[in-house]
């Protein structure tokens, strides 16, 4: 069974910038795509980026274009997520989803999440 | 992009209630539609795909149907542990998007 494990919460302040990781077992990194989807307090959820096998590429959402870096480190089998130029915003709930390697685009497993606070 | 509506936005039921959430695509996404559940403080769990076909391990009072632009979730029976917050998610086109999720009360 695929299981994600995600970093620690993070506070940071206003103009900074924050990494979060994601280590996948169960699975081998390169056979699934991972995304990013994050929640802010008392709302739904918000689609970042993620590897689109379709497109043999990662995508990011425009909301996200220039301050956003999906990468992988598949020595680790590590997944990051680094967001810059962080406002108050960007607090959220940042979630790391996979596909099963099969069904794209759909999130069949996710991590824990990990709480990002902007505050000055 | 496509905008997903979703409604309502949240309802009050009871155990053993029928419950039906629909989710609207702003253009044709075929059957490219999935549901989520999400529990208080937890990570959102797939339950539906394709727009009809349940997840292994998903309990069959859970139910979804349509295609194009119409779609419902049906809940056919609520058990306590249904109560959470439902989101549809489109994944015919990037970005992928999200309805605004349903919180289905006691």
């Known amino acids: 069974q695929v299981q994600l494990v995600q970093s620690g919460t993070e506070v940071k302040k206003p103009g900074a910038s924050v990494k979060v990781s994601c280590q996948v077992s169960g699975h081998t990194l390169t056979e699934l795509s991972t995304h990013w989807v994050r929640q802010a307090p008392g709302t739904g959820l918000e689609w970042m980026g993620g590897f689109d096998p379709e497109n043999g590429q990662t995508i990011y959402a425009q909301k996200f274009q220039g301050r956003v870096t999906m990468t992988e480190d598949t020595s680790t089998e590590t997944a990051y997520m680094e967001l810059s130029s962080l406002r108050s915003e960007d607090t959220a709930i940042y979630y790391c989803?996979?596909?099963?390697?099969?069904?794209?685009?759909?999130?069949?497993?996710w991590g824990q999440g990990t709480l990002v606070t902007v505050s000055s | 992009d496509i905008q997903m509506t979703q409604s309502p936005s949240s309802l009050s039921a009871s155990v053993g209630d029928r419950v039906t959430i629909t989710c609207q695509a702003s253009q044709d996404i075929s059957i490219f539609l999935n549901w989520y559940q999400q529990k208080a403080g937890k990570a959102p769990k797939l339950l539906i795909n394709d727009a009809s076909n349940l997840e292994t391990g998903v309990p069959s009072r859970f139910s979804g149907s349509g295609s194009g632009t119409d779609f419902i979730f049906t809940i056919s029976s609520l058990q306590p542990e249904d109560f959470a917050t439902y989101y549809c998610q489109q994944y015919d086109n990037l970005p992928l998007t999200f309805g605004g999720g349903t919180k289905v009360e006691i």
């Open positions: 989803a996979t596909d099963n390697g099969s069904s794209l685009r759909t999130f069949y497993f």
